[in-house]
C-alpha cells in the first residue's frame, strides 16, 4: 500500500524577514535583497529543486501600526516592512521553473473581483496553470484607511463581501467563456464565437458585474484556492470555498482538534472531507546533532527583534503592546485582528504567556510550531503530524532566507523521499494537479463553484 503522500509550500513574502522579525541582520539571511529579481529566482529553482507544490506569497497592504499608534517600530525594525507586491515576480519565477506553482495572497476587502479574475486568470495562462489564490480578507486598521475606508470593517462584513466577491469571480472563470469559445477561425474572419462568451449579470449587495470575462479560459480556469480562516466565520468560509487551508499552531492536539472542525465544516457543506487540504506551518531548525540544532535555535534568538517582534505581535492581536510590562500575561479577548494569533497565548491548556515569553515565541516563525533536530528528527515529527494530527503537507517557514529553504531541501527532503512519503518527481502538469491528482485540472465538481453553475450558462 503506498504511505500518505505530503505536500509542502514555501512561505515567504515581499519583504525582508518577514516572518522571523528582525532576522534580515543575520549573517546567512539574504531578505534584504527581496527588491532584487535575482532573489525570488533563486528561492523559485530551490523549491522546485525541493518538488515543493508551490510558493506561498503571504502580503499586507498596510503598515503594523498599532504597536504605540505609530509605524516607527515597524519602520525600525523592518516588520513586514518594506511590503512590495506580491505577484510582480511570479512571471519571472514560472520563466525558470517547470512546476513550481505560485500562490500569492490578494484581499477581497480591498480588491475589485472583475479586475482581480483577470489579473489571475492571465497568470494562470502566463505559467501554463500554476497559480493559486491565498484568500485574505485582511487585518490590519492601517490598510483600511489606506484603501478608502473609514476604519476597518467588522469580520463578519469582512467575510460576507468575500463569500460574494468569490461568487463573482467564479461566474467569471467558470461560466462566462466556453472551453470551445475560442475558435481562431480565419477563413470565417471568428476568433471567438460570441454566442459562447456570456455575460454574468451579477447583483448583489457589494458588487455589479455585468461581465464578460475579459480572458479567455486559462488551463485551470478558477486558481487553486488557499485559505486561512480560524474565526469561526473563517472556518466556514474556508469549508465552503477554500481547496487548502493554512492553519498556525503549537502544539500537535491544537492541529487534530482544527483538522477534525474543519473537515467536519467541509462535509457540512455538502464536500468530501477530503477535498480540502490542510497545511499546518512549521519553521524548521536543522543540525546535524540534536544539541546543534537547539544550539542554532538559542543563536537565532538572538537576532530577533524585541520591540519589532512587539509591533508585529500588536498588528496581529489587535493590542498594543507597548503599553504591557513586559512580564504581564497576555490578555484574553475577542479581536477583530486574527483572533488565532492571540488564542495561542491566551487559550493554551498547558500555561499562561506573559509578553515577553510570547515575543520570544513569536519572533521565530511568527510564533508557528518549531521542528529542532537533526533531519531524520524533523521527518519524525512531520510524519506524526502528517499520521496523528491529520496533515496534508506543510507549509514551510524561514528564520533567515533563503538558507532555511536549502537546508530543508538538501537535508529533510531526501529523507522523506526514503521514507516513501513524498514525490521524487511532480505527477502533473498543473498546480492542481500536482495536489490532487492527474486529471484534477479545474475545480472538483462537488465545489460550489462546479455545483450550482451559478450563471445557469453550459461550461
Ligand atoms: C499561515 C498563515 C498565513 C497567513 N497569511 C496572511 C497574509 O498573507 N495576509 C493576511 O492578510 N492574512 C494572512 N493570514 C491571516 C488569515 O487570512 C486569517 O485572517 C487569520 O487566520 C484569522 O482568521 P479569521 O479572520 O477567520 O479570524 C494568514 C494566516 C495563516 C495561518
Do not use: C
Not at 109 to 137: C, F, I, K, M
Not at 284 to 301: D, H, N, S
Request: hydrophobic share 35%.
Amino acid at each position: 500500500m503506498t504511505k500518505k503522500q505530503i505536500h509542502l509550500n514555501g512561505f515567504i513574502q515581499n519583504s525582508p524577514s518577514p516572518h522571523s522579525t528582525g532576522l534580515w541582520k543575520h549573517e546567512k539571511d539574504h531578505g534584504t535583497r527581496h527588491n532584487r529579481l535575482d532573489y525570488w529566482l533563486d528561492t523559485a529553482r530551490t523549491l522546485e529543486r525541493g518538488k515543493f507544490d508551490a510558493m506561498f506569497i503571504a502580503d499586507v497592504l498596510g503598515t503594523y501600526s498599532v504597536y504605540g499608534d505609530s509605524h516607527e517600530a515597524a519602520v525600525e525594525h523592518a516588520v513586514q516592512l518594506p511590503a512590495h507586491d506580491p505577484t510582480l515576480a511570479i512571471t519571472a519565477m514560472a520563466s525558470v521553473t517547470r512546476h513550481l506553482g505560485f500562490a500569492p495572497t490578494i484581499s477581497t476587502t480591498y480588491a475589485q473581483p472583475y479586475a482581480l479574475a483577470r489579473q489571475l486568470s492571465t497568470l494562470d495562462h502566463l505559467t501554463e496553470g500554476r497559480v493559486a489564490w491565498n484568500v485574505v480578507t485582511s487585518y490590519l486598521e492601517s490598510e483600511a484607511v489606506n484603501l478608502g475606508l473609514e476604519t476597518r470593517l467588522p469580520k463578519e462584513m469582512r467575510y460576507n463581501r468575500a463569500d460574494e466577491f468569490l461568487e463573482v469571480v467564479y461566474k467569471l472563470w467558470e461560466d462566462s467563456w466556453e472551453s470551445d469559445a475560442v475558435v481562431y477561425d480565419r477563413e470565417h474572419d471568428t476568433f471567438a464565437d460570441p454566442k459562447k462568451v456570456h455575460p454574468i449579470n451579477h447583483h448583489g449587495e457589494s458588487f455589479n458585474v455585468p461581465g464578460p470575462h475579459l480572458v479567455e479560459p486559462s488551463p485551470q480556469r478558477t486558481p487553486v484556492l488557499f485559505q486561512a480562516g480560524a474565526s469561526p466565520k473563517g472556518r466556514d468560509f474556508a469549508a465552503k470555498h477554500a481547496e487548502a487551508v493554512f492553519t498556525k499552531n503549537h502544539s500537535l492536539e491544537a492541529l487534530s482538534a482544527y483538522v477534525k472542525d474543519i473537515r467536519e465544516r467541509t462535509v457540512a457543506q455538502g464536500r468530501q472531507a477530503d477535498d480540502i487540504k490542510v497545511f499546518p506551518m512549521i519553521l524548521p531548525i536543522i543540525g546535524r546533532t540534536e544539541a546543534e540544532a537547539y544550539e542554532k535555535y538559542q543563536a537565532l534568538q538572538n537576532s530577533v527583534s524585541y520591540e519589532g517582534t512587539a509591533a508585529l505581535l500588536s498588528g496581529h492581536t489587535g493590542i498594543d503592546f507597548s503599553q504591557y510590562d513586559p512580564d504581564q500575561y497576555i490578555e484574553d479577548l475577542e479581536t477583530e485582528a486574527v483572533q488565532g494569533n492571540l488564542d495561542m497565548y491566551t487559550k493554551d491548556p498547558n500555561r499562561r504567556w506573559t509578553l515577553r515569553e510570547a515575543i520570544k515565541n513569536h519572533g521565530l516563525g511568527n510564533g508557528t510550531v518549531k521542528f529542532v533536530g537533526t533531519p531524520e528528527q524533523i521527518a519524525d515529527r512531520i510524519e506524526e503530524w502528517a499520521s496523528v494530527g491529520d496533515a496534508d503537507g506543510f507549509n514551510v517557514a524561514q528564520s533567515y532566507s533563503p538558507g532555511t529553504f536549502e537546508e530543508f531541501v538538501d537535508h529533510v527532503v531526501p529523507e522523506l523521499q526514503a521514507r516513501g512519503i513524498y514525490r521524487t518527481d511532480y505527477e502533473g502538469e498543473t498546480l492542481r494537479e500536482n495536489m490532487f491528482g492527474k486529471g484534477s485540472r479545474h475545480l472538483a465538481d462537488s465545489h460550489p463553484a462546479r455545483r450550482s453553475n451559478l450563471t445557469g450558462q453550459p461550461y
